[in-house]
């Protein structure tokens, strides 16, 4: 269950990303890049076959216990 929620908020993430990029005036896409051996990316702007921005999003849950033996 916390794998499908992190992946959930990660689109989540990506979308509210997607907008906030929208409202600035610019255009994106995702999808594979060549630049990067045809790795997939969130979002390229301008465009995926001349990106000058590639963004990669990406939402890790961690439960308390987690961060407690991550901070030792």
Avoid: C
Wanted: hydrophobic share 40%; no cysteine.
């Amino acid at each position: 269950m916390v794998a499908y929620y992190s992946v959930q908020m990660g689109f989540k993430v990506e979308n509210i990303i997607g907008e906030m990029v929208d409202d600035l005036g610019h255009e994106w896409k995702k999808g594979s890049v060549q630049i990067v051996d045809n790795k997939e990316v969130d979002l390229a702007i301008p465009s995926l076959e001349a990106p000058q921005i590639l963004i990669m999003v990406s939402y890790l849950l961690t439960t308390s216990s987690g961060q407690t033996s991550k901070a030792n």
